[in-house]
């Protein structure tokens, strides 16, 4: 008998095709995670750009408050238009009002000036309840003069 060689290969072995497989398996793990780690980034910067809405806000009522009402920071009473904040005192120098709502805590705080009497510094700091841990979101800051 006599013996033909098959010049034609036709098909593919069975280690190019564990090959091809194993490649495939890592290109699409790497895939994966890019798209889950994208998916975490996301969500983290919607939290943050949350946090910072809220602070600006913030800041923009009181910014209108402050034009309206002179500067007695001790007997402040402040509510936005949606936060109660409950006046805490004079604390490290800085004159502390909190409010707290679902799983948002704002906090904001004054610095007189002794330089100028009717100017404040003004911080806003916005927080997230993570763990039982109050996480800062995003803070802002900016001095603001009260109406004379």
């Known amino acids: 008998m006599k013996k033909v060689k098959i010049l034609n290969e036709n098909g593919i072995s069975l280690l190019e095709a564990v090959t091809s497989i194993l490649l495939l398996s890592i290109i699409l793990i790497c895939i994966f995670n890019m798209i889950i780690e994208?998916?975490?980034?996301?969500?983290?910067?919607?939290?943050?750009?949350?946090?910072?809405?809220?602070?600006?806000s913030e800041m923009e009522e009181l910014y209108k408050f402050a034009k309206d009402n002179k500067l007695d920071l001790p007997n402040l009473y402040?509510?936005?238009?949606?936060?109660?904040?409950?006046?805490?005192?004079?604390?490290?120098?800085?004159?502390?009002?909190?409010?707290?709502?679902?799983?948002?805590?704002?906090?904001?705080?004054?610095?007189?000036?002794?330089?100028?009497?009717?100017?404040?510094?003004?911080?806003?700091?916005?927080?997230?309840?993570?763990?039982?841990?109050?996480?800062l979101k995003a803070q802002m800051e900016n001095t603001l003069e009260w109406g004379t």
Do not use: H, M, P
């Open 78 to 135: 402040y509510n936005s238009t949606n936060r109660n904040y409950t006046n805490k005192g004079l604390i490290n120098g800085k004159y502390v009002f909190e409010s707290e709502k679902e799983d948002i805590y704002i906090k904001l705080l004054f610095k007189v000036d002794n330089t100028y009497n009717n100017l404040t510094r003004v911080i806003v700091q916005v927080y997230e309840e993570v763990s039982n841990k109050q996480v």
């Open 38 to 56: 994208s998916s975490k980034t996301t969500a983290r910067s919607e939290d943050i750009i949350d946090a910072t809405y809220i602070a600006q």
